[in-house]
C-alpha cells in the first residue's frame, strides 16, 4: 500500500534514513521530548491523573451496571459522557486558538478535579443514583470538550516542531501507561471497598497535574486579532473540508470511533455474563487493551519519521477490526485478554498516527480549531456509537453488535487504503509548506519531496 507522506527526519535525532543507530541512541530518541522541562512536568502529573482517570472510568461502568444490569444505561452513560465533546469542541477549538493555552488546561483541570469530588462525596454516602452520574459525566464531556483541542495544541507550545511527534507518541503512552494501571487497581479497589474510593483517588490525582501546570515557563505566541467567532469557527470546518488528507484521516477515525469504540462501554457485560470474571475481570481485560495500546504507542515514539504513517493508518484500523471480532466471539476469559492486546495496540497506532500527521499538516493559527474536529470525530462520534452499540446490544445481543463493528471497521480500512494513492501528493505538500513556516532546515524540506 503506498505511503501518505514523505519523511521529514527529526533534527534533535541527527538520524539519517542510512543510519543505524546503537540500542542507546534509539531510546534516547524516543524519549527526546522530555528533554523540554516544560513537557517534563506534564508529562509526570499527567501520569498520575491519568491513572485516576482510569480507576474512575471503570469504577463508573462498573457502578451503573451494578445499579442496573442494563447495556442500554451504559451506553447511555457513555453517550451522556461524550456528546458534548461533539456539540462543544468546536467552541473549545475557537478558544485554544484565542487563549492561553496553558490557562485552559489549568481550568479544565481544576473542573475536572471538583466533579470528581462530587461523585465521590455523592458515592461515598450512599446518596448516588443513576441521574446523578448522568448529570457529573454530562458536565464533564463539556469540560472535556475545552481539554482535548487545548491540550492537543499545547503540545506544541512545550516542545516545538521538531519534537512535536514524539511529544505525540509519549502523550499517547503515557496515556495507555495510566490504562494499564488504572483499571487493574481499580478492580481490586472496587471489589474491596467500592466504587466511592476509586472516584476520591481520581480527584486527588488532578493536584499533580495542576501543580505542575502552574510551575510551567511557557512562552506563548501573541496572536492576531480574529474574526468574529461564527466565523472563526467556520474557517477551520472550511480548511478541513478542502484538504483532503485530513478530511480522509478525520473520516476514518469518525466511522471507527462510531462503529469500533462501543466496545468499551459494553465491556462490563462480557466480564460478568459472557467470560464471569466480575468486577476483577473487568479491571484485567480494561488493563489488557491499555498494555496493548501502550505498546502501539511506544512503537510511534520510536519513529524520527512520518513516512509511511498513512499505510499504518490503514492497516491499524484493520488490524483493530479483526481482532475486535475475534474478541467478540471468545468465550475465554483468558483468550479475550490476549485478544484485546491487539485491539488496543491498533486502536492506538491509528489514533496517535492520524494525530501526528494531522499536526504536522496544519498550520498553528488553526490547530485548536483542527484539533477541535479532531476532538469531535475520535470523542464525539463515540457516544453516538455508544448509545447505538448499547441499544443493539440488549436487541441482538453484545457480541453480535461488537462482532458488526469489527467487520465494519476493516470494510473502513479497506476504503481509506484506496484513498491513499490520491491524497499523498497533496500530505507532502502540506508537510513541506508547515516544516518552511516552522523554520526546518532545507535538505530536510527536500527529503520530504523526494
Not at 19 to 45: I, K, T, Y
Not at 126 to 150: E, M, R, T
Not at 156 to 178: K, P, Q, T, W
Request: charge should be positive; aromatic fraction near 8%.
Amino acid at each position: 500500500m503506498a505511503d501518505a507522506i514523505s519523511p521529514i527526519q527529526d533534527k534533535a535525532s541527527g538520524n539519517s534514513p542510512e543510519a543505524a543507530p546503537s540500542a542507546g541512541s534509539r531510546w534516547q530518541a524516543a524519549g527526546r521530548a522530555l528533554r523540554h522541562r516544560n513537557f517534563q512536568l506534564f508529562f509526570s502529573g499527567q501520569l498520575i491523573s491519568l491513572i485516576g482517570t482510569w480507576m474512575q472510568s471503570v469504577a463508573q461502568s462498573w457502578l451503573v451496571y451494578r445499579m442496573t444490569g442494563s447495556g442500554l444505561l451504559l451506553g447511555s452513560v457513555g453517550f451522556a459522557s461524550q456528546i458534548p465533546v461533539f456539540l462543544f469542541a468546536p467552541l473549545g477549538g475557537i478558544t485554544a486558538d484565542r487563549v492561553n493555552r496553558r490557562h485552559i488546561v489549568i481550568a479544565t483541570q481544576v473542573a475536572s478535579m471538583l466533579l470528581a469530588f462530587i461523585l465521590a462525596g455523592l458515592t461515598l454516602l450512599g446518596k448516588i443514583q443513576v441521574w446523578h452520574v448522568f448529570v457529573l459525566a454530562s458536565l464533564l464531556g463539556v469540560v472535556n470538550a475545552f481539554d482535548i483541542p487545548g491540550r492537543q495544541s499545547f503540545l506544541v507550545d512545550m516542545v516545538g516542531r521538531e519534537d512535536l511527534m514524539n511529544a505525540i507518541a509519549l502523550n499517547s503512552s503515557m496515556f495507555n501507561g495510566a490504562r494499564v494501571i488504572g483499571p487493574a487497581v481499580a478492580g481490586i479497589l472496587v471489589a474491596k471497598i467500592g466504587e466511592g474510593w476509586c472516584f476520591f483517588a481520581n480527584a486527588v490525582s488532578y493536584i499533580a497535574v495542576i501543580i505542575g501546570l502552574l510551575m510551567m515557563r511557557v512562552h506563548s505566541p501573541k496572536r492576531a486579532a480574529m474574526a468574529s467567532p461564527l466565523e472563526h469557527m467556520m474557517e477551520g470546518f472550511r480548511f478541513v473540508s478542502r484538504t483532503s488528507p485530513i478530511r480522509a484521516l478525520l473520516l476514518l477515525l469518525g466511522l471507527v470511533s462510531l462503529v469500533g469504540m462501543p466496545y468499551v462501554v459494553l465491556m462490563p457485560i462480557f466480564a460478568d455474563q459472557i467470560l464471569h470474571g466480575g468486577a476483577q475481570g473487568l479491571g484485567i481485560l480494561m488493563g489488557a487493551t491499555g498494555v496493548g495500546a501502550l505498546l502501539g504507542a511506544l512503537t510511534l515514539a520510536f519513529r524520527s519519521g512520518v513516512k509511511g504513517l498513512g499505510s499504518w493508518v490503514a492497516w491499524c484500523c484493520a488490524g483493530f477490526g479483526a481482532s475486535l471480532a475475534l474478541f467478540a466471539l471468545s468465550h475465554s476469559f483468558w483468550l479475550s485478554v490476549i485478544l484485546l492486546l491487539p485491539v488496543g495496540y491498533c486502536m492506538m497506532l491509528q489514533m496517535a498516527s492520524s494525530n501526528t500527521l494531522i499536526q504536522v499538516m496544519v498550520p498553528d493559527a488553526l490547530r485548536g480549531r483542527v484539533m477541535a474536529v479532531y476532538s469531535m470525530m475520535f470523542m464525539g462520534m463515540a457516544p453516538i456509537g455508544a448509545l447505538l452499540g448499547g441499544t443493539l446490544a440488549d436487541r441482538l445481543g453484545a457480541p453480535r453488535t461488537i462482532v458488526i463493528g469489527g467487520l465494519a471497521s476493516v470494510a473502513a480500512a479497506g476504503w481509506f487504503g484506496l484513498q491513499l494513492p490520491k491524497i499523498r501528493v497533496e500530505a507532502r505538500r502540506l508537510i513541506v509548506a508547515q516544516a518552511v513556516a516552522g523554520g526546518e532546515p532545507s535538505e530536510m524540506t527536500a527529503q520530504a519531496v523526494e
